[in-house]
């Protein structure tokens, strides 16, 4: 046992010494929740950092004076116990009622963006997400267009065990698709979630939106991606659905609104044409198909 | 009857007991089947942790260099259960097994043969489910949650898995029932209930919470088995069944879980910090009423676990508020604690050092705990490894370091001899620096949006899973002092006296170290009972 962690320990160290020169970007800076590009994402970072300094002030004037405490209070410094001091009647009551005081304040704010999260009323468009072991299907509903979305080849052929790839080499290794969700900014987008075998978890940081797909349940979610923000935007599969629950990544192209219709028109017709040439696989576009084909590969 | 004089005459003051395997295999003495339940969780730990070294190195780099993304999931469920399962709740009920009677006056446990029972039947479950690694299909590898329908997706595991839960969970009550029988029953003459130890309060809540939780547990597991081969469709949608109610069911299970596996380090630093600051405990009874109302709410929180599921909003304001009030009592808790230490005279023994970093590090791990109440933020961290760190800190630097407090602050006592205390303080230096390096970066890594449960993850990532892993070899390598300072103290060491820490107050000290086979074969006079309840 001991020879083995040992042994594992000093193939740990030797990976450590062997990886870190080929990335481009550091990681030590990843500290922190995504602002996203949402209204609603930055309410969610700005509650996330309300809370988080809440608790470090408390975190301050606690161990302060636990500090203190085991400072002071040192037998070896010739402190003599005051085996008197056992119960506080007022103390204790003030230290019951502040903690009330601030979760109050905590919970009117959280209260608030949660009921704007909840809010799906003017939504403009809706496209239905489904999960599949292990992918994503879109479907822009009543719009004639629907796709799979599964990790990219690339990725996909790094990730195997042993494939001697360095995922470093990867562009966004993990993190890209084939085919990325198209959305237009500024745009309230409704997602209808659901799943087709096991549950799965939609979540994009950077929209502030994580909502599990469940088979035989529609959960609603929805984000409206700042105006002036298009651009890509990288999630995963939040809910542990089997064995390549870590290579299901979603990608959301966000485009202007301009571009977005015109990527919708021309893949609607692009979609049209494949119907018509080949009406059989037209009842089933590739859903049926393709988690086997993930398998397969995995 | 022949037989009542016989038995009689076997209950003098020696210490009759058999010898050999019979002692263990026929053990009905309290401390016997304490030790037993100890070094079984032990070993549990210690296999629970090997697993966790691996997935700790598969995390180590981006890319899959050692196990395969399947066998990788059985790794993370089969270490939960085995540290959950086999490793904190067995060392809970060894711990209760040698302390409860010492600490009431009692001579042993209420029901001695139903104690061996419940020992008994681990070994079995575990070897039942670590056999899972052997089967066709492997091992369990749906998370120790066992959602389905994924968890319906096991193969020949699935089954061995349940029947493994349920042996487990057959165990957890008989023990529970044994712990309530005894402290009810079996107190000396004096001993009321608001002078008992903390450290019995908090079993005897915890035991209530075991015997209401536990079968919840089994029948959510046995409805995965009807539905898996009986036809029910309890948790499937197809057959007009819900795969959410599964969710509901567990997690009210769930959450009185994780207090099952947290008071009673409550109860352990709650004995600790008075003896190394020499003043009784601040508010003994806040602390009482403080376990018990962890324990209340412990059962109207339970869908915090499942924010993300789609509740209705009025239902995700409700599991927020409540899982906010926890916050209230576990500060009281802690506040106390930090006025125990207030004008005490401490010094800095292995227990008290093991207590200590208890007190910041579960406030740490109850920050996070707060932080994941807010459900538009907990929306964010809801499955990342931000969660995985609040668990680990609660669990590891709480019950784990609780445990490891316990056992320096008790093993003089058990063994009568005293342990090698420079060893002991590196073991207690060496877990603590390194389980922060293993457990802190987490927080960044789930904050910056790495999921939980993947065996791969995106090259951003890497520099603190490095890290993590490091500090995760590190802390794996520390924990083997533990067994060897054990070890050597029950061969030998300074003989160690009846009331190891002066400090110390509760009536396992009045008794010999190492205490008599039959704890109090007479009940302590009211003396004895009043000196020893100076909370």
Redesign the interface.
């Known amino acids: 046992?001991?020879k083995?962690?040992?042994k594992?320990?000093a193939?740990?160290a030797l990976?450590?010494s062997l990886?870190?020169a080929a990335?481009a970007?550091?990681?030590?800076g990843?500290?922190?929740?995504?602002q996203g590009v949402t209204e609603?994402s930055r309410?969610?970072y700005d509650?996330?950092m309300l809370?988080?300094w809440v608790?470090v002030a408390?975190?301050v004037v606690?161990?302060a004076?636990?500090i203190y405490?085991?400072v002071t209070?040192?037998?070896?410094a010739g402190?003599?116990?005051?085996?008197t001091?056992?119960?506080?009647t007022k103390?204790?009551i003030v230290?019951?009622i502040v903690?009330?005081a601030i979760?109050i304040a905590?919970?009117v704010p959280?209260?608030r963006?949660?009921?704007q999260?909840?809010d799906l009323r003017n939504t403009e468009l809706s496209i239905k997400v489904t999960g599949y072991q292990w992918g994503w299907n879109y479907d822009y509903l009543d719009r004639g267009v629907t796709f799979f979305s599964r990790l990219d080849r690339k990725s996909d052929e790094?990730?195997?065990?042993?494939?001697g790839?360095?995922?470093?080499s990867v562009p966004?290794?993990?993190?890209n698709v084939d085919n990325p969700l198209v959305v237009p900014v500024g745009t309230k987008v409704r997602l209808l979630i659901t799943a087709n075998?096991?549950?799965h978890?939609w979540?994009v940081?950077a929209f502030?939106?994580?909502?599990?797909a469940?088979?035989?349940?529609v959960?609603?979610a929805w984000f409206k991606v700042d105006a002036d923000k298009p651009g890509l935007y990288r999630?995963?599969?939040?809910?542990?659905?089997?064995?390549?629950?870590?290579?299901m990544p979603i990608v959301v192209d966000a485009r202007s609104k301009e571009d977005f219709a015109a990527w919708l028109k021309a893949r609607a017709e692009e979609q049209k044409a494949q119907s018509t040439a080949a009406p059989a696989q037209a009842q089933t576009p590739a859903p049926a198909a393709a988690p086997t084909q993930v398998a397969a590969t995995? | 009857m022949a037989y009542d004089t016989h038995a009689a005459v076997d209950h003098d003051d020696h210490d009759h007991k058999p010898h050999g395997w019979r002692r263990w295999v026929y053990a009905t003495n309290h401390k016997d089947i304490g030790t037993m339940y100890l070094v079984f969780a032990g070993l549990m730990f210690f296999l629970g942790g090997a697993l966790a070294m691996v997935i700790r190195l598969e995390l180590f780099k981006p890319g899959l260099q050692f196990v395969d993304p399947g066998l990788f999931n059985s790794f993370t469920t089969v270490h939960a259960l085995l540290m959950i399962f086999g490793a904190v709740m067995p060392a809970w009920t060894g711990l209760a097994n040698w302390l409860i009677p010492m600490q009431l006056g009692a001579p042993d446990m209420a029901l001695p043969r139903l104690n061996n029972l419940s020992f008994w039947i681990l070994p079995f479950a575990f070897t039942l489910l670590i056999a899972t690694f052997f089967v066709p299909g492997g091992a369990p590898a749906g998370g120790w949650t066992m959602y389905p329908p994924l968890m319906l997706q096991g193969g020949a595991s699935f089954p061995m898995t349940i029947f493994a839960i349920h042996l487990m969970g057959a165990s957890s009550i008989l023990g529970a029932i044994n712990v309530i029988v005894t402290i009810m029953n079996m107190r000396a003459p004096g001993m009321t209930l608001l002078r008992m130890p903390l450290f019995v309060w908090s079993w005897l809540i915890t035991a209530y919470l075991l015997i209401a939780v536990m079968p919840v547990l089994a029948g959510a597991v046995t409805m995965l088995l009807t539905d898996h081969f009986f036809g029910t469709t309890f948790f499937t949608a197809s057959g007009g069944g819900d795969p959410v109610m599964f969710q509901h069911i567990f997690w009210f299970f769930g959450h009185p879980e994780v207090y099952i596996l947290i008071l009673p380090a409550f109860g352990i630093v709650s004995e600790i910090l008075p003896a190394f600051a020499r003043k009784p405990i601040f508010g003994y009874e806040a602390m009482v009423y403080a376990i018990a109302s962890i324990a209340f709410l412990s059962f109207i929180v339970w869908a915090h676990h499942m924010f993300t599921v789609g509740m209705p909003l009025a239902g995700q304001l409700f599991f927020m508020l409540s899982t906010m009030l926890i916050a209230i009592p576990t500060g009281v808790k802690v506040f106390n604690w930090t006025a125990t230490l207030w004008k005490g005279s401490l010094t800095f023994e292995a227990p008290m050092l093991f207590a200590l970093s208890f007190l910041f590090l579960f406030t740490i791990g109850g920050f996070s705990g707060l932080m994941l109440a807010i459900v538009p933020a907990d929306y964010q961290y809801q499955d990342t490894y931000f969660v995985v760190a609040h668990f680990h800190y609660v669990l590891v630097p709480g019950a784990v370091f609780a445990i490891m407090g316990g056992v320096y602050y008790w093993l003089p006592k058990w063994t009568g001899h005293m342990y090698d205390m420079r060893l002991a303080k590196w073991h207690f230096w060496l877990s603590t620096i390194f389980v922060n390096v293993l457990f802190f970066p987490q927080h960044f890594l789930g904050l910056a949006g790495m999921p939980r449960r993947i065996p791969d993850y995106a090259v951003q990532f890497t520099d603190w899973n490095q890290v993590s892993s490091i500090g995760g070899f590190a802390f794996g390598l520390s924990q083997f002092l533990f067994p060897y300072i054990i070890w050597k103290c029950v061969r030998g060491g300074a003989p160690a006296p009846a009331r190891v820490w002066e400090g110390a107050h509760g009536l396992e000290w009045e008794l010999p170290s190492p205490p008599p086979f039959h704890s109090w074969t007479e009940p302590p006079t009211p003396e004895i009972i009043a000196r020893g309840a100076e909370h």
């Open positions: 046992m001991y083995l962690v040992s594992l320990a193939i740990a990976a450590l990886s870190p990335r970007e550091s990681g030590w990843l500290l922190n929740m995504t609603i309410k969610i509650l996330h809370i988080f608790c408390i975190g606690v161990f004076v636990m405490s085991i209070f040192r037998r070896s402190a003599v116990a005051d085996t001091m056992v119960h506080n103390v204790e230290w019951t903690p009330v979760l905590m919970a959280a209260a963006t949660l009921v999260i909840e790094a990730r195997q065990l042993a494939s790839i360095d995922p470093e966004h290794y993990l993190l075998d096991v549950i978890s979540w940081p502030g939106v994580k909502k599990d469940i088979p035989g349940f959960n609603e999630g995963q599969c939040a809910e542990l659905c089997g064995r390549d629950h870590g290579f995995g």
